[in-house]
């Protein structure tokens, strides 16, 4: 385990919410899981002491859904990310809340 590693959160769903709250439009927050950080840094809060857990979201809006996904990059040195996508409420797929960094690719098409 490397001490540089650690999770970054790259989802646009924050900052959709904020948008949303500022022109009062309606929406719907729901937890998908929980993922562990597997850094150094995700392993224990220095505060609580408690393990660091990820909550994965899905945001509905209009007809829209933004889903996220914990992208794990399996070497040690790499941080893992957690990534966004957003799709028409129509056109949802299958989604997994985890995945290996190969697939990042994959999402942001």
Same mark, same amino acid.
């Given at each position: %385990? #490397?001490?540089?590693?650690?999770?970054? @959160?790259? #989802?646009?769903?924050?900052?959709?919410?904020?948008?949303?709250?500022?022109?009062?439009?309606?929406?719907?927050?729901? !937890?998908?899981?929980? +993922?562990?950080? %597997?850094?150094? @840094?995700?392993? +224990?809060?220095?505060?609580?002491?408690?393990s660091?857990?990820?909550?994965?979201?899905? *945001?509905?809006?209009?007809?829209?859904?933004? *889903?996220?996904? %914990?992208?794990? @990059?399996?070497?040690?040195? &790499?941080n893992? =990310? !957690?990534? #966004?996508?957003?799709?028409?409420?129509?056109?949802?797929?299958?989604?997994? !809340? &985890?995945?290996?960094?190969?697939? =990042?690719?994959? !999402?942001?098409?």
């Open positions: %385990m #490397s001490y540089e590693k650690q999770t970054i @959160n790259c #989802s646009e769903i924050d900052k959709t919410i904020e948008l949303l709250k500022e022109f009062g439009a309606e929406y719907k927050l729901t !937890i998908l899981g929980e +993922v562990q950080g %597997m850094g150094c @840094n995700d392993d +224990v809060d220095i505060f609580d002491g408690l660091r857990k990820h909550k994965i979201r899905k *945001l509905e809006y209009k007809d829209k859904v933004i *889903l996220e996904q %914990m992208c794990r @990059n399996p070497d040690c040195d &790499e893992d =990310l !957690i990534v #966004s996508k957003k799709f028409n409420k129509d056109k949802v797929p299958k989604w997994k !809340i &985890e995945r290996t960094n190969k697939y =990042l690719d994959e !999402i942001r098409k």
